[in-house]
C-alpha cells in the first residue's frame, strides 16, 4: 500500500503537471502569422522566395471536359503575366502591372480590370503572396482548431485591405478568405473565398494535396478549385526560379494602347475643387 501511494504522490507531484502541460501547449491555439510562417518554413517556399527575383510555374488544367495548359511568370514585386492556352479554343492572357490589372484573349476581349475583379488580381500578383505580407490585410487572425477534407487544421481568416474606390463595407465579403493549415505537417490544405466580379459571383474553394518537391520548393502538386458549380483540377508541372525574362512578361499591344490612352485621360477635378 505504501508503494502505491508513493506511486499516486508521483504521479500527481511530478508526472501529472507535465502532462497537462503537454496538454495544453498541444490545444494551444497558435498566432496566425506563426502559422503562416511555419508554412513558409516547412515548404522552403520563405527561403526560395527571399533569394530568388522570379518565379515559373507551368500547370495542365481540366475543366467541364475541356484541357488545357497555364504558363505562369511573376518577378518582384509585383509583376505577373499568365497564359491559359485551351488549343483549339484559343488563349487567354492575364496580369498585373503594378497598380494596373488587365486581361486580353479569344473569349474575353481586351480590357483593364477595375473593380473587385482589379483587386483580386492585384492581390494575387504580389511575387510573395504566399506568405500573406502583413500589409496587404486589414487582419490576420486564427479562428481556432477545425476540420478540413477530414484532417485536423487550424483555421485562419484574412481580410485584404481595400482598394481605393471600393466601398470596405460593400466589399468586406470579397475581401475576407479563410485558409486550413494542416496541424500536423504545417501545409495549406485548402482555401475558402468569395468571388465579387464581371467575371462571376459567389463562394470558391480550393482544395490542395499531393504535396511533392518543385524546384527545391514543397509545392501541392494538384489543386481543386470549385465555382460557380464548375470544378477546375490544376496538376503542376514544374516550377522554376529566377528563369523569367523580360518578355515573357510583355504587355500585348493592345492592352499597352489602353494602358497608355488611360494615362492620358485628364484627372477628374471633384466638384469642391471648382
Known amino acids: 500500500m505504501r508503494t502505491l501511494r508513493f506511486l499516486f504522490l508521483l504521479l500527481l507531484g511530478v508526472l501529472l503537471p507535465r502532462v497537462q502541460s503537454a496538454q495544453t501547449e498541444a490545444g494551444a491555439v497558435p498566432e496566425a502569422r506563426a502559422v503562416i510562417e511555419r508554412f513558409g518554413a516547412v515548404t522552403k517556399l520563405a527561403e526560395n522566395l527571399a533569394k530568388t527575383s522570379s518565379r515559373r510555374e507551368r500547370v495542365s488544367v481540366k475543366f467541364a471536359g ?8 511573376s518577378t518582384k514585386p509585383d509583376r505577373h503575366r499568365e497564359t491559359l492556352d485551351l488549343g483549339g479554343m484559343g488563349k487567354m492572357i492575364s496580369g498585373c502591372q503594378g497598380e494596373v490589372a488587365w486581361i486580353s484573349g479569344d473569349l474575353t476581349g481586351s480590357r483593364l480590370l477595375s473593380g473587385m475583379d482589379g483587386y483580386q488580381a492585384r492581390l494575387e500578383s504580389s511575387y510573395d503572396s504566399p506568405l500573406k505580407p502583413a500589409g496587404m490585410y486589414e487582419s490576420i487572425r486564427t479562428l481556432g482548431p477545425a476540420t478540413f477534407e477530414g484532417k485536423e487544421c487550424w483555421k485562419l481568416e484574412f481580410v485584404a485591405k481595400p482598394l481605393a474606390g471600393l466601398d470596405p463595407e460593400k466589399s468586406r465579403a470579397a475581401r475576407t478568405s479563410h485558409e486550413y493549415y494542416e496541424v500536423s505537417s504545417g501545409l495549406l490544405l485548402g482555401v475558402e473565398g468569395t468571388m465579387d466580379g464581371d467575371f462571376g459571383s459567389g463562394p470558391t474553394k480550393t482544395i490542395y494535396s499531393d504535396y511533392k518537391d518543385f524546384g527545391g520548393v514543397l509545392l501541392a502538386a494538384k489543386r481543386v478549385s470549385h465555382a460557380q458549380g464548375v470544378e477546375m483540377v490544376y496538376l503542376t508541372e514544374s516550377l522554376e526560379f529566377d528563369t523569367v525574362k ?8 493592345d492592352i499597352q494602347r489602353m494602358i497608355e490612352a488611360s494615362a492620358a485621360k485628364p484627372a477628374a477635378v471633384s466638384p469642391k475643387a471648382q
Do not use: N, T
Not at 66 to 73: A, D, L, R, T, W
Not at 246 to 253: G, R, S, T, Y
Open 66 to 73: 475541356i484541357e488545357g495548359k497555364v504558363e505562369s511568370c
Open 246 to 253: 523580360e518578355e515573357d512578361l510583355a504587355l500585348p499591344l
